[in-house]
């Protein structure tokens, strides 16, 4: 049985962390190396850095961070944000990290997916899937979620399962920054149609959130503001999680590392 993992999200703008909630009202958070180190420190499972504003000068500044944070950290962490092109999520990669989140390019561009899985296999590629609710049900959205795309969240997770991608990274739009939970219908409906691992984000404020998204069929647990602001630690939740039937992995001192 595969560990259940706990993922801190870092939305970077301007080469600094921000939040926001519902994608808009953002505040900056903090420097994106640092928190890097310290979530490492502090027994998380893995780190997303999400480029959010991505241009060509601010690529450049997130290529250096990536190996800055490769150099400080030895947990796994994925790289996305304006990767459009087969060549930068290599030069990613080749850079130091170890997956690459894919979201408004691949609706554009969904070859792209099979292109970076096939040169480093489907663990390396995360689809992250950003959606809400609209007169068609769950509508994926891209460009931060402020773009429309006129597409099922249902047919477009089955697409992307089929041409490669190792993971899904399910936001719910609606519950985003909320703190209120996450999206529990969303989840069930991703869940019943594709066999990949699921990454949920948006909503988390509360450790029985975490709870409830693993028992409906996560994989893995993102979240940004509760952990930045230290409103939840992490090593409290992952003994709650622990406590409560969730196999994950808990690292109590140096050396001791238990499931």
């Known amino acids: 049985m595969l560990a259940k993992r706990i993922i801190a999200c870092l ?13 808009e009202n953002l505040k900056y958070s903090g420097d994106p190396v640092e928190l890097g180190i310290r979530y490492s420190d502090e ?45 930068l999520a290599f030069e990613l990669i080749y850079r130091g990290a170890d997956k690459v989140s894919l979201n408004s390019g ?18 390396a590629v995360i689809v992250a899937i950003d959606a809400k609710r609209t007169a068609l049900g769950f509508e994926v ?16 997770v089955m697409k992307v399962e089929k041409l490669g991608a190792g ?6 739009i609606d519950k985003d920054g909320t703190r209120d939970g996450y999206d529990i219908e969303m989840l069930k409906a991703v869940r019943k149609l594709v ?5 949920i984000s ?5 450790k029985k959130h975490f709870l409830e998204a693993f028992n409906n069929g996560a994989d893995a647990t993102l ?19 622990h406590k409560n039937g969730v196999f994950v992995r808990i690292v109590e001192n140096e050396g001791d590392d238990l499931l």
């Open 11 to 23: 939305d970077v703008k301007d080469g600094k962390v921000v939040k926001g909630t519902k994608f």
């Open 43 to 87: 027994g998380i499972d893995e780190l997303v850095f999400l480029d959010i504003t991505a241009s060509i000068e601010k690529r450049k500044t997130m290529i250096k961070t990536v190996e800055k944070v490769a150099e400080n950290i030895t947990i796994p962490f994925a790289i996305g944000g304006g990767i459009w092109q087969s060549d």
């Open 106 to 123: 691949v609706v554009d561009n969904p070859k792209l997916i099979t292109e970076i899985a096939k040169k480093f296999g489907s663990q």
């Open 141 to 156: 959205f891209t460009h931060s979620g402020k773009k429309a795309t006129g597409m099922k969240l249902e047919d477009w």
């Open 167 to 172: 993971e899904i990274m399910l936001t719910s």
């Open 195 to 199: 066999n990949i691992p699921i990454i």
């Open 202 to 206: 948006g909503g988390a404020g509360k």
């Open 223 to 241: 979240a940004a503001s509760v952990f930045h602001y230290r409103k939840i630690e992490i090593l409290e939740l992952k003994r709650y999680l």
